[in-house]
């Protein structure tokens, strides 16, 4: 998988599954991707005074790669990502339903 930030994917597998959107993050190593709107959890924060009532943040949490797969920009169907050299030995990806470098 060769996923970068800002391609459209969608989830496969676990709670969101069937949900869209934009990767706002990678983590290659952890092989992990943060999806916009994807994930989400809800951290409570403390009041920082008192008399203040304490506030919910709502973040994304990173997920595992294996559970998007990638919707094409070109023909819009999800797909697997390629590799192909171009003929000036740059490595390109091509999506492998319609052959679009992506
Ligand atoms: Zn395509």
Do not use: W
Not at 71 to 91: A, F, H, Y
Request: positive net charge.
């Amino acid at each position: 998988m060769q996923l970068k930030k800002n391609d459209t994917v969608k989830v496969i597998a676990g709670k969101d599954k069937g949900k869209q959107g934009k990767i706002t993050q990678v983590f290659p190593m952890e092989k992990k991707v943060v999806v916009e709107g994807v994930n989400v959890y809800k951290k409570h924060l403390r009041p920082r005074k008192q008399g203040e009532g304490g506030q919910v943040i709502e973040f994304f949490a990173p997920l595992n790669m294996n559970k998007v797969q990638l919707i094409c920009p070109k023909c819009g169907k999800l797909t697997r990502i390629g590799k192909q050299l171009t003929s000036d030995g740059k490595k390109i990806r091509i999506c492998k339903k319609c052959k679009a470098t992506i």
